[in-house]
C-alpha cells in the first residue's frame, strides 16, 4: 500500500486530549489576550517611533511596572473584568512604548531588522509553545529551577559588565538570555495548563506571562541581529558597546537617526547594561 494514498485528518493536529475541555477554553482565552496585548504593544511603539507624543525611558518603564502591579492586586471575577483588560491594555501599551529606544537603534541600524526579528520570534514562540501543548503533561515544568538560576546569572553577567565593559560578555548574555527565554515559553505554558487545571482560571494575569516571554525574545532578537548586520563595518572588538553603537550611527548618519543618539545610548546602556 502507497503512503502516499492515506487519508490524513489534520483535525486530530489541534486535539489536545491531554488537556481538558474547560482547560483548552481557557487558553482560548490566554491567546485571544495576548494577541490584543500585542496589537497594543504595537501602537505604543508606533507612538514612540513616529509620532513622538510619548518618549520610552525610565517614565515608561515605571508605568509599565506600576500596572502590572496594579493588574496583580486587582482580583479576577465577573465584576473586574473589564477594569482588568484595561489595565493589561494599558500595561501592554507602556510596554511597546519601553521599546522605542531599542527600536530606534536597530532603526539606525537596518530597518528590515524589525520585521525579521518579529517574524523569527513569532515563529520560536509557535513552535515552543506546541511543544509544550502536544507533551505530557508536567513535562517541563522540572525547568522552572534551571530557568531563574540562568535569571539570576544574567544579572549577575550585568552587573559585571557594567565594570569590565566587554563586548563579548554582552554578546553572550544576548544569546543566552534568548536561549532561557524560550525555555520560559515552554514552563509557562505547561505551569498555565497545570493552574488552569488546579482551578486557576485567571486568564488575564497567564496572558501577562507569556506577553513578557515574547517581548523579551523579540528584543533581545532585535540586538542580536544588529550586532550580526553589516559586519566590514564594525569597529574592533576592543571598543565597548557604546563606542560600537556610536560608530553604527556615523555610519548610517542622518537627521532622525542624530535626533535618536540619546535614546540609544540609553537603550544600550541602561537597559542592557553594558556601558
Known amino acids: 500500500m502507497n503512503v502516499f494514498d492515506r487519508n490524513i485528518n489534520f483535525d486530530s493536529l489541534f486535539k489536545f486530549s491531554q488537556i481538558s475541555h474547560s482547560t483548552q477554553v481557557h487558553l482560548k482565552n490566554v491567546y485571544s489576550s495576548l494577541a490584543l496585548c500585542m496589537f497594543v504593544a504595537a501602537a ?3 507612538v514612540h517611533v513616529v509620532t513622538r507624543l ?5 517614565l515608561s518603564v515605571l508605568g509599565s511596572l506600576g500596572m502590572m502591579f496594579w493588574l496583580a492586586m486587582t482580583p479576577h471575577n465577573s465584576e473586574t473584568e473589564k477594569k482588568r483588560l484595561a489595565i493589561l491594555a494599558g500595561f501592554a501599551f507602556l510596554t511597546g512604548v519601553g521599546l522605542g529606544p531599542t527600536l530606534d537603534f536597530v532603526i539606525a541600524v537596518n530597518p528590515s531588522i524589525i520585521m525579521t526579528a518579529f517574524m523569527g520570534t513569532s515563529i520560536v514562540f509557535v513552535c515552543f509553545t506546541l511543544s509544550a501543548l502536544y507533551a505530557k503533561r508536567r513535562t ?10 540562568g535569571l539570576s546569572l544574567l544579572f549577575l553577567m550585568s552587573v559585571m559588565n557594567l565594570f569590565f565593559g566587554s563586548v563579548m560578555l554582552f ?4 544569546y543566552l538570555g534568548l536561549l532561557i527565554m524560550c525555555g520560559f515559553v515552554l514552563f509557562d505554558t505547561q505551569l498555565i495548563i497545570e493552574k488552569a487545571e488546579n482551578g486557576d482560571k485567571d486568564y488575564i494575569w497567564h496572558c ?3 506577553f513578557l516571554d515574547f ?5 533581545k532578537l532585535m540586538v542580536i541581529l544588529a550586532m550580526n548586520d553589516k559586519v566590514p563595518s564594525l569597529p574592533p572588538p576592543s571598543l565597548s558597546v557604546s563606542s560600537w553603537s ?3 550611527l556615523s555610519v548610517n548618519q542622518s537627521n532622525e537617526e542624530t535626533q535618536s543618539y ?5 537603550s544600550v546602556t541602561t537597559r542592557y547594561g553594558v556601558p
Open 140 to 149: 517541563y515544568l522540572f525547568l522552572g529551577g534551571t530557568l531563574m538560576s
Open 215 to 219: 517581548i523579551t525574545i523579540f528584543r
Open 44 to 46: 505604543g511603539s508606533y
Open 246 to 248: 556610536a560608530h553604527v
Open 54 to 58: 510619548f518618549q520610552g525611558g525610565l
Open 262 to 266: 540619546n535614546e540609544v545610548m540609553w
Open 208 to 210: 501577562v506571562d507569556l
Open 171 to 174: 554578546k553572550a548574555h544576548m
